[in-house]
C-alpha cells in the first residue's frame, strides 16, 4: 500500500477513535449532569422552613423536617431527583400516555386503559379530599417540579426516547395510585367472563370439580375449611378445535402477590409485636420502593416513621412509627363485575331500572410519539365503562371499586400518626387503595389483620359470574361501613398470616368475596413454619420469609419416582431418576431435581387442561385460564392419582401416554433453551434477570443498567417467592419500639442512575438471604434544603 495510503487511513482511524472517545466522553459527562444532589444547600422557594436530609452509603434518605407539609415538599424533591422517569411511567401506565412516550408499540394498551379516564378520576379525587391531604399533595408537587428543574440535565431515558419531561401535576399523584390498582386487580373482568364461560359450556358436575371452594392447601387464620369436589361422571366436551393451544407454563403463584405475619410480644424477646412483610411484584431497575425515615413535628409533638416509599406519592407505604408496625399482601378479593347490557332494538341504549337509557360517550386524545394524535370514545353506562362483549356479542360493563371516589384517598398517611392495632385498623379500614391484607403489630404486643381498601355490599347476584342488572334486582348498594370490615385482633395463638390466598371464612369471607385466591401452599407453609416454635425473633421471621423448601412439589416429586419414572421409556430415565433422588427437597440454587419436578409438573398441567381451553376458546377469544386456574391443583392432582378415564386428554390414549409426553417435552425444552438439562441447576434457571425497562431495546444499555445475573434460590409456591424478574420487592421484619433490631431486604437498590455512588447497594443481600438493617447507617451525604425567594 502507497505510503500517502497507509498515512490516510491511519489519519482516519485516529479521527474515528477520537470521535468515539469525545462521543463517549460526552455520554458520560452527559451522567454525570442528571445525578441527583446529595450535599450542600439547595433553596426552594415555597418551602416553610429548612428540611434536612441525610443519605447513608446505601443511599437511604433521612427528612428532617418542621412540618408534615415541608416534609412532603422534600420527600417530592429528592423522588424526582432519584426516580422521576419511573414515577412518569406510573402516571402514564394509568392515564393511557405511554404513546406519548413510546409511539405506536404502546398504542393498544393506552386504548385498553383509556376506557377508565383514570386521568379524569384523578382529578375529581384531588378536588374531593380533606383539604389538608391536598395540601400535602402540593407541597409535594412543588418539590417534584424543583427536584427535576434542578438537575443539570434530563435523566437518560429522555435522551435516548428523544423526549422531554412533562412537570408532575398534583392529580398525578393519585394516578401513581391508580397504577396500583392496575397491577394488582383486574381492570378488563377477565375472571368473571372466564367462570361464567366455565359454568355455561361445562357439565354441571365437571364445572364444580374444577372450581373447588377449597383445598388440602387452605390455611386461614381462622381455620374455616372450604372442601374439594369429588371427580365427575361428565367427560371433557369435545371441540372440533384441534389445535395445540400455548399455555404461558408458568406457575399459578406467579401472580402479583405478597406474604405477611405477625407475632405477639407473648411470643417476642419483648413485649411488642413482630411484624414480617415481603411485597411480591415484576422486579425492575430501580426497585420499585425508595428507603426512607421521616422525621417531622406535628401538633407540638416530634414523629418518626422508617420503611419504604412510592415515587409519585409523599407516603411511607409500608414501615413502622416506633409504635405501629404495618405491612400489605393483596387481598385479591372480589371488588369488580361485570354486567351484561341489554340492548334495544337499534342498539344505542341499554336497559336499567329507570328504563332504557342512551350510552355516554366521553372523547379521549391520545398523543402519540411521531404520529398523529388519535381520538377515541369511551362508552359509558351508569354503571361503568363497556370493557368487552360476551361470546354472544353482547355488550359487558365493568362495575369496579376504582371509578369509585371510594377507590383513592390519601387515608394511608394515617397511619404514620396510629400508636395501637386498633387505630391502625381504624384508618384501613377508610383507605382509598386497591384492597389489601393490612397486617399490624403495635408495641404494646398486640397484632391484628383486616382489609384496607374498598369493600362494595352487592345485593341480588353471585359476584363471581357475568350478571344482568337490567331490573335492579341486582346490583351494588353502596360500601361497607369501617365498623362492619372483618377484624381479627389477638388471637388466642398470638399468630397471624396472609400470603394471598383465602384469609377467613364464614360471614367475613362473604363480605370479601373470591377474586381469584392464590392456592394455599404458600400460606399454609407460613402457618405451619409459625407454629413451628413458642418464641419467635427477626432473625427467625426471616428465616421463614427465606423458607424455601419444597412442600408442595414434595408430592410430585414422590409421583414421579414412583408412578411415572417406572413406566417410561425415556432413554435418559435413569439421570432423571439420580437427580431426583439426590434432590434436597427445596429451591436450592444447586438442585436439579427440584427443577425436573417443577418442570414435569406445569408441563403436565397444560396438557391436562388443554381439552378444557380448547373448548372454552372455542366461544370466545377472551377465555383467560390464567384468571382462573389458582384453584386446579386439586383436580389436577386427583386427575392424575386416581387416572379417571373419562377425564383423559383427547390428545392421548392413556395417562401413562401422558405422563411419558410430559417428562419428555419437559426435558426438551430444557435443551432447547439451556443446552442440556443435565448441567443445569436450579439457581442457573432461576438466576436473576432485573433490568432497566429500556435495556432490551438499547444495545450495551443493560451492561451498565441490570443487575448482575447471579443464580436465585426460592421459586413459587414457598415462602421464599424468587423468580428471575418477579418476587419479594422488599423483605422487612421489625418489632415497633425496636427498630434497631429489625430487617430489610430490597432487590436493585435505591438508585435509579447506574452512576450514583450506591447504585446496586443491598441488592447482594437481598439475593443471598444476608440480614441487613432497617435503620439509617452512618451519614454519607448531607444535603440542606432552605426556603428560598
Same mark, same amino acid.
Given at each position: 500500500?502507497?505510503?500517502?495510503?497507509?498515512?490516510?487511513?491511519?489519519?482516519?482511524? *485516529? /479521527?474515528?477513535?477520537?470521535?468515539?472517545? &469525545?462521543?463517549?466522553?460526552?455520554?458520560?459527562?452527559?451522567?454525570?449532569?442528571?445525578?441527583?444532589?446529595?450535599?450542600?444547600?439547595?433553596?426552594?422557594?415555597?418551602?416553610?422552613?429548612?428540611?434536612?436530609?441525610?443519605?447513608?452509603?446505601?443511599?437511604?434518605?433521612?427528612?428532617?423536617?418542621?412540618?408534615?407539609?415541608?416534609?412532603?415538599?422534600?420527600?417530592?424533591?429528592?423522588?424526582?431527583?432519584?426516580?422521576?422517569?419511573?414515577?412518569?411511567?406510573?402516571?402514564?401506565?394509568?392515564?393511557?400516555?405511554?404513546?406519548?412516550?413510546?409511539?405506536?408499540?404502546?398504542?393498544?394498551?393506552?386504548?385498553?386503559?383509556?376506557?377508565?379516564?383514570?386521568?379524569?378520576?384523578?382529578?375529581?379525587?384531588?378536588?374531593?379530599?380533606?383539604?389538608?391531604?391536598?395540601?400535602?399533595?402540593?407541597?409535594?408537587?412543588?418539590?417534584?417540579?424543583?427536584?427535576?428543574?434542578?438537575?443539570?440535565?434530563?435523566? %437518560?431515558?429522555?435522551?435516548?426516547?428523544?423526549?422531554?419531561?412533562?412537570?408532575?401535576?398534583?392529580?398525578?399523584?393519585?394516578?401513581?395510585?391508580?397504577?396500583?390498582?392496575?397491577?394488582?386487580?383486574?381492570?378488563?373482568?377477565?375472571?368473571?367472563?372466564?367462570?361464567?364461560?366455565?359454568?355455561?359450556?361445562?357439565?354441571?358436575?365437571?364445572?364444580?370439580?374444577?372450581?373447588?371452594?377449597?383445598?388440602?392447601?387452605?390455611?386461614?387464620?381462622?381455620?374455616?375449611?372450604?372442601?374439594?369436589?369429588?371427580?365427575?361422571?361428565?367427560?371433557?366436551?369435545?371441540?372440533?378445535?384441534?389445535?395445540?393451544?400455548?399455555?404461558?407454563?408458568?406457575?399459578?403463584?406467579?401472580?402479583?402477590?405478597?406474604?405477611?405475619?405477625?407475632?405477639?410480644?407473648?411470643?417476642?424477646?419483648?413485649?411488642?409485636?413482630?411484624?414480617?412483610?415481603?411485597?411480591?411484584?415484576?422486579?425492575?431497575?430501580?426497585?420499585?420502593? %425508595?428507603?426512607?425515615?421521616?422525621?417531622?413535628?406535628?401538633?407540638?409533638?416530634?414523629?418518626?416513621?422508617?420503611?419504604?416509599?412510592?415515587?409519585?406519592?409523599?407516603?411511607?407505604?409500608?414501615?413502622?412509627?416506633?409504635?405501629?408496625?404495618?405491612? !400489605?399482601?393483596?387481598?385479591?378479593?372480589?371488588?369488580?363485575?361485570?354486567?351484561?347490557?341489554?340492548?334495544?332494538?337499534? /342498539?344505542?341504549?341499554?336497559?336499567?331500572?329507570?328504563?332504557?337509557?342512551?350510552?355516554?360517550?366521553?372523547?379521549?386524545?391520545?398523543?402519540?410519539?411521531?404520529?398523529?394524535?388519535? @381520538?377515541?370514545?369511551?362508552?359509558?353506562?351508569?354503571?361503568?365503562?363497556?370493557?368487552?362483549?360476551?361470546?354472544?356479542?353482547?355488550?359487558?360493563?365493568?362495575?369496579?371499586?376504582?371509578?369509585?371516589?371510594?377507590?383513592?384517598?390519601?387515608?394511608?398517611?394515617?397511619?404514620?400518626?396510629?400508636?395501637?392495632?386498633?387505630?391502625?385498623?381504624?384508618?384501613?379500614?377508610?383507605?382509598?387503595?386497591?384492597?389489601?391484607? *393490612?397486617?399490624? +403489630?403495635?408495641?404494646?404486643?398486640?397484632?391484628?389483620?383486616?382489609?384496607?381498601?374498598?369493600?362494595?355490599?352487592?345485593?341480588?347476584?353471585?359476584?363471581?359470574?357475568?350478571?344482568?342488572?337490567?331490573?335492579?334486582?341486582?346490583?351494588?348498594?353502596?360500601?361497607?361501613?369501617?365498623?362492619?370490615?372483618?377484624?381479627? &385482633?389477638?388471637?388466642?395463638?398470638?399468630?397471624?398470616?396472609?400470603?394471598?390466598?383465602?384469609?377467613?371464612?364464614?360471614?367475613?369471607?362473604?363480605?370479601?368475596?373470591?377474586?381469584?385466591?392464590?392456592?394455599?401452599?404458600?400460606?399454609?407453609? &407460613?402457618?405451619?413454619?409459625?407454629?413451628?416454635?413458642?418464641?419467635?425473633?427477626?432473625?427467625?421471621?426471616?428465616?421463614?420469609?427465606?423458607?424455601?423448601?419444597?412442600? !408442595?412439589?414434595?408430592?410430585?416429586?414422590?409421583?414421579?419416582?414412583?408412578?411415572?419414572?417406572?413406566?417410561?421409556?425415556?432413554?435418559?430415565?435413569?439421570?432423571?431418576?439420580?437427580?431426583?433422588?439426590?434432590?434436597?427437597?427445596?429451591?436450592?440454587?444447586?438442585?436439579?431435581?427440584?427443577?425436573?419436578?417443577?418442570? %414435569?409438573?406445569?408441563?403436565?398441567?397444560?396438557?391436562?387442561?388443554?381439552?378444557?381451553?380448547?373448548?372454552?376458546?372455542?366461544?370466545?377469544?377472551?377465555?383467560?385460564?390464567?384468571?382462573?386456574?389458582?384453584?386446579?391443583?386439586?383436580?389436577?392432582?386427583?386427575?392424575?392419582?386416581?387416572?379417571?378415564?373419562?377425564?383423559?386428554?383427547?390428545?392421548?390414549?392413556?395417562?401413562?401416554?401422558?405422563?411419558?409426553?410430559?417428562?419428555?417435552?419437559?426435558?426438551?425444552?430444557?435443551?432447547?433453551?439451556?443446552?442440556?438439562?443435565?448441567?443445569? @441447576?436450579?439457581?442457573?434457571?432461576?438466576?436473576?434477570?432485573?433490568?432497566?425497562?429500556?435495556? +432490551?431495546?438499547?444495545?450495551?444499555?443493560?451492561?451498565?443498567?441490570?443487575?448482575?445475573?447471579?443464580?436465585?434460590?426460592?421459586?413459587?409456591?414457598?415462602?421464599?417467592?424468587?423468580?428471575?424478574?418477579?418476587?419479594?420487592?422488599?423483605?422487612?421484619?421489625?418489632?415497633?419500639?425496636?427498630?434497631?433490631?429489625?430487617?430489610?431486604?430490597?432487590?436493585?437498590?435505591?438508585?435509579?442512575?447506574?452512576?450514583?455512588?450506591? %447504585?446496586?447497594?443491598?441488592?447482594?443481600?437481598?439475593?443471598?438471604?444476608?440480614?441487613?438493617?432497617?435503620?439509617?447507617?452512618?451519614?454519607?451525604?448531607?444535603?440542606?434544603?432552605?426556603?428560598?425567594?
Amino acid at each position: 500500500m502507497p505510503a500517502a495510503k497507509t498515512k490516510l487511513l491511519k489519519s482516519l482511524l *485516529l /479521527g474515528l477513535t477520537a470521535l468515539l472517545i &469525545i462521543m463517549l466522553l460526552s455520554a458520560y459527562l452527559l451522567l454525570r449532569a442528571s445525578l441527583p444532589k446529595l450535599d450542600g444547600e439547595q433553596a426552594l422557594p415555597g418551602l416553610g422552613q429548612t428540611v434536612d436530609v441525610m443519605r447513608d452509603a446505601g443511599g437511604m434518605a433521612v427528612f428532617t423536617a418542621h412540618s408534615r407539609q415541608d416534609l412532603a415538599h422534600a420527600v417530592g424533591f429528592v423522588h424526582a431527583q432519584e426516580r422521576f422517569f419511573q414515577m412518569d411511567l406510573l402516571r402514564r401506565n394509568s392515564a393511557g400516555e405511554l404513546s406519548g412516550l413510546f409511539g405506536a408499540a404502546a398504542l393498544k394498551r393506552d386504548k385498553e386503559i383509556r376506557l377508565h379516564r383514570f386521568r379524569d378520576r384523578a382529578q375529581l379525587a384531588l378536588q374531593t379530599m380533606p383539604a389538608q391531604h391536598r395540601e400535602v399533595i402540593e407541597a409535594y408537587t412543588h418539590g417534584v417540579n424543583q427536584g427535576l428543574e434542578a438537575l443539570a440535565a434530563r435523566s %437518560f431515558e429522555y435522551y435516548l426516547l428523544g423526549a422531554e419531561p412533562v412537570p408532575w401535576q398534583p392529580s398525578d399523584t393519585m394516578l401513581a395510585l391508580y397504577s396500583m390498582y392496575l397491577d394488582l386487580q383486574h381492570h378488563d373482568g377477565r375472571r368473571d367472563l372466564s367462570l361464567t364461560l366455565m359454568k355455561s359450556y361445562l357439565p354441571e358436575d365437571l364445572y364444580a370439580f374444577l372450581h373447588p371452594p377449597g383445598s388440602q392447601w387452605d390455611a386461614p387464620i381462622d381455620g374455616s375449611i372450604l372442601a374439594t369436589n369429588p371427580l365427575p361422571t361428565s367427560g371433557w366436551p369435545t371441540s372440533q378445535n384441534k389445535e395445540l393451544v400455548m399455555l404461558d407454563g408458568s406457575p399459578e403463584d406467579r401472580t402479583i402477590g405478597s406474604n405477611n405475619w405477625a407475632v405477639g410480644g407473648a411470643l417476642s424477646p419483648y413485649q411488642a409485636g413482630i411484624l414480617a412483610d415481603d411485597m411480591h411484584l415484576g422486579l425492575r431497575v430501580p426497585n420499585i420502593w %425508595f428507603k426512607a425515615q421521616f422525621n417531622w413535628q406535628q401538633n407540638g409533638q416530634q414523629h418518626q416513621v422508617t420503611g419504604v416509599t412510592l415515587p409519585g406519592t409523599p407516603l411511607m407505604v409500608v414501615g413502622s412509627n416506633g409504635k405501629l408496625a404495618w405491612g !400489605f399482601t393483596n387481598s385479591y378479593g372480589d371488588w369488580s363485575d361485570l354486567i351484561r347490557l341489554k340492548l334495544n332494538e337499534n /342498539g344505542d341504549q341499554y336497559l336499567t331500572p329507570a328504563g332504557y337509557q342512551p350510552f355516554t360517550f366521553v372523547s379521549q386524545q391520545i398523543d402519540i410519539k411521531d404520529a398523529p394524535t388519535q @381520538t377515541i370514545q369511551v362508552k359509558e353506562t351508569i354503571w361503568g365503562p363497556v370493557v368487552s362483549e360476551d361470546e354472544h356479542g353482547n355488550p359487558l360493563a365493568l362495575r369496579w371499586v376504582a371509578h369509585d371516589q371510594q377507590g383513592a384517598n390519601m387515608n394511608l398517611i394515617g397511619l404514620e400518626l396510629a400508636h395501637t392495632v386498633e387505630q391502625g385498623a381504624d384508618v384501613g379500614n377508610t383507605m382509598g387503595i386497591p384492597a389489601q391484607n *393490612l397486617m399490624m +403489630a403495635d408495641s404494646q404486643g398486640n397484632i391484628g389483620w383486616t382489609i384496607a381498601g374498598p369493600m362494595p355490599v352487592r345485593f341480588g347476584f353471585d359476584s363471581r359470574y357475568i350478571a344482568d342488572w337490567s331490573d335492579g334486582s341486582a346490583g351494588w348498594s353502596g360500601y361497607l361501613e369501617s365498623n362492619d370490615y372483618p377484624r381479627v &385482633i389477638n388471637p388466642a395463638h398470638h399468630r397471624l398470616w396472609t400470603a394471598n390466598a383465602r384469609v377467613v371464612g364464614g360471614q367475613m369471607y362473604d363480605k370479601i368475596g373470591d377474586g381469584g385466591y392464590a392456592l394455599g401452599a404458600r400460606n399454609q407453609q &407460613i402457618r405451619d413454619d409459625l407454629f413451628a416454635k413458642d418464641s419467635l425473633n427477626e432473625q427467625d421471621l426471616l428465616d421463614i420469609q427465606l423458607d424455601n423448601r419444597a412442600v !408442595f412439589l414434595t408430592p410430585w416429586h414422590d409421583f414421579m419416582l414412583k408412578t411415572v419414572l417406572p413406566a417410561s421409556q425415556h432413554p435418559q430415565k435413569a439421570l432423571v431418576i439420580e437427580a431426583l433422588q439426590n434432590w434436597t427437597a427445596s429451591a436450592a440454587e444447586d438442585d436439579l431435581g427440584y427443577l425436573l419436578v417443577r418442570q %414435569f409438573r406445569l408441563n403436565l398441567r397444560d396438557k391436562v387442561f388443554q381439552d378444557l381451553n380448547r373448548l372454552m376458546l372455542a366461544h370466545s377469544p377472551r377465555f383467560n385460564f390464567n384468571a382462573v386456574r389458582n384453584q386446579m391443583e386439586a383436580p389436577l392432582w386427583l386427575m392424575v392419582s386416581q387416572q379417571p378415564q373419562n377425564l383423559l386428554p383427547s390428545d392421548y390414549d392413556s395417562w401413562t401416554e401422558l405422563f411419558n409426553a410430559a417428562l419428555t417435552d419437559s426435558l426438551a425444552k430444557l435443551d432447547k433453551d439451556f443446552g442440556d438439562w443435565r448441567t443445569l @441447576t436450579w439457581g442457573q434457571f432461576n438466576a436473576v434477570d432485573i433490568r432497566h425497562p429500556m435495556s +432490551a431495546f438499547v444495545p450495551l444499555l443493560g451492561e451498565l443498567t441490570d443487575m448482575p445475573k447471579l443464580p436465585l434460590a426460592g421459586d413459587s409456591f414457598m415462602p421464599r417467592v424468587a423468580q428471575s424478574s418477579s418476587g419479594a420487592s422488599q423483605r422487612l421484619v421489625v418489632a415497633p419500639g425496636h427498630e434497631d433490631k429489625a430487617i430489610f431486604h430490597m432487590p436493585s437498590s435505591q438508585a435509579g442512575h447506574p452512576l450514583s455512588p450506591y %447504585f446496586g447497594v443491598g441488592h447482594e443481600a437481598w439475593r443471598s438471604g444476608q440480614p441487613t438493617g432497617l435503620l439509617p447507617q452512618a451519614t454519607r451525604y448531607q444535603l440542606r434544603l432552605i426556603p428560598g425567594e
